[in-house]
C-alpha cells in the first residue's frame, strides 16, 4: 500500500507540474504585458502621443543612440584588436599574476561610477526644478484668469471682448515662453492669442514673454483707472503677473546656468581611459569577445552620460525633453473653457446657490 501511494502522489506530481509550469508562464506574460502597457500609458499622459511598448523605446533611445554610435563603434574596434594581438602572441594583455592593477582598474570604476551618479543626479534636478516651475505656471495662470474674470467689473459691451482678448494674451505669455526658451522666434501660433497689432509689434521685440506681461499689467492699470478695480484687487492681480514673471525668470536661469563644462570634459576623459584599459584587462578570459564586452560597456556609460546631457536642459526638443506644447495646450483648453462657459461677472452675481 505504501509503494501505492507514494506512485499515485508522483503520478499526480507529474500531472500537475505541466500545468503549474503552464500557469507560471501566463502569469509571467500578463505581468510583462502589464509593465508594457503601464509605461505606454505613463508616455501618453505626459506626451498625450499614443505608441506601443517597441515604439515607446525606439523613440526615446533615437536622441541618443545616433550620438553615442561612433564612440562605440570605436570602443568595439579597438576590443577586436587587442583579442587579434593577443591571439597572435604579443603582450598587450596585463600581467595575470600581478593584482596591483586589477586594484586599480577596480578603483578607477569606483571613480568613474561616483562621478556618472553625480552627473546624473544634478541634471534630474534641474530636470525637475523645470517641471515645477511650469506646474506652477499652470496654476499661476488659472488663478490670474479666474481672477480677472471675476474681479473686473463690466459695464460696457466693449469690456468683455477686452477682458477675452486679456485672457488669450495670459495663454500667449506661456506660449512665448516656450519659444522663448527654445530661442525661437514668434510664430504664427502667437497670432490667434492678440491683436495683429501686437502679433507684428511682438516679432521686433527681443523679449516677447516679458513685453506680454507688460500687456497685462496694463490693461490691469487702465480698468483700476476706470474704476473697475479698487487698489486691494489690483495689487492682487499685479502679484500674479509678477508671479508669471518671476516663474520666467527661474526657467531662464536652468537655461543659462548649465553644469560647470570641466564635469562633462572630464567625465568623458574617465569613460575613454577606462574604456581603452579594460580590454588589456579582459582579454586572456574572454579572448575574442573582448571587442564585444568593451562595446556593451562603453554603451552603458555613455548612454548615461548622455541622458544627462539630454536632460540638464529639460526645455527643447529632444523625447526625454518636457512635453512643453502639450502643457501649453493645457493652459490654452482651461482660459478657452473659461471664456466659453462662465458667465460675466455683472451675471453671476446674480446666480442663486
Sequence with gaps: MLGLSRFI??????????????????????????????????????????????????????????????S???????????????????PVAFPADS??????????????????VFRTNTAHERFWEGRKLWGMLVNATRNLTRDIWIVVKEK??????????????????AFAMKLHLRGEG?????????SEIQYFRLKDINHPPLQIAFWIGDYLQYQYDRDRLNAYQLAALHKLVD?????????????????????????RKLV????????????????????VVTAFVSFTLLSIEQIGAEIEEPFGHDPNDLPLPRICQTIRHNVEELISLAPS???????KF
Design 9 to 70: 502522489a508522483n503520478f499526480l506530481k507529474v500531472l500537475t507540474h505541466p500545468i503549474k509550469a503552464q500557469n507560471k508562464d501566463n502569469h509571467s506574460k500578463r505581468s510583462q504585458s502589464k509593465e508594457n502597457n503601464y509605461a505606454s500609458a505613463k508616455y501618453q499622459l505626459y506626451t498625450g502621443e499614443k505608441v506601443n511598448w517597441w515604439q515607446l523605446i525606439i523613440r526615446l533611445e533615437k536622441s541618443i543612440f545616433p550620438v553615442i554610435l561612433p
Design 72 to 90: 562605440v563603434l570605436f570602443y568595439f574596434t579597438y576590443g577586436l584588436l587587442i583579442s587579434l594581438l593577443y591571439s597572435l602572441g604579443l
Design 99 to 116: 593584482d596591483v592593477i586589477t586594484k586599480a582598474v577596480l578603483s578607477f570604476n569606483i571613480g568613474l561610477t561616483l562621478l556618472l
Design 156 to 173: 460696457e459691451p466693449q469690456d468683455r471682448a477686452e477682458k477675452e482678448a486679456t485672457l488669450r494674451l495670459v495663454v500667449a505669455f
Design 186 to 194: 514668434v510664430n504664427e501660433k502667437l497670432a490667434p492669442l492678440m
Design 243 to 267: 508671479e508669471l514673471v518671476d516663474i520666467l525668470g527661474g526657467c531662464e536661469r536652468i537655461l543659462k546656468t548649465p553644469l560647470p563644462l570641466i564635469y562633462p570634459i572630464i567625465l
Design 272 to 291: 575613454l581611459m577606462y574604456c581603452l584599459v579594460l580590454p588589456l584587462e579582459i582579454v586572456p578570459d574572454v579572448r575574442w569577445l573582448t571587442g
Design 345 to 351: 461677472n455683472s451675471r453671476s452675481a446674480n446666480i
